[in-house]
């Protein structure tokens, strides 16, 4: 939850949407920092939804952040929400 967090302030703060960070990180690397020890990470990020139906209405209707969102080789989420910036981080430790 800490790496969903940090990356969506980190987005607002810094005014950009991407899934590299401002310091050119990866979600890999984000998580890391964390202290996540991690077999598979993945993320998905969303921008100007409103409400979590908003959110997961996009993703769900997005086959790649669908595909996430489903798969089964993730067993742990974090997610995080500021202003209208939404990321949802997937973990499978090790």
């Known amino acids: ?11 607002v703060s810094k005014a950009y949407f991407s899934h590299t960070g401002s310091d050119g990180s990866s979600v890999s690397q984000r998580v890391t920092r964390q202290g996540y020890e991690w077999r ?4 998905n990020i969303a921008y100007g939804q409103r409400s979590v139906e908003q959110v997961v209405e996009a993703w769900m209707n ?15 989420l974090g ?12 973990g499978t430790p090790r």
């Open 1 to 11: 939850m800490k790496t969903a967090q940090l990356h969506t302030a980190d987005m």
């Open 40 to 43: 598979a990470v993945g993320e």
């Open 62 to 76: 997005s086959p790649s952040h669908c595909r996430a969102i489903m798969d089964s080789e993730f067993t742990e």
């Open 79 to 90: 997610a995080a929400r500021v202003e209208d910036h939404w990321t949802l981080v997937f």
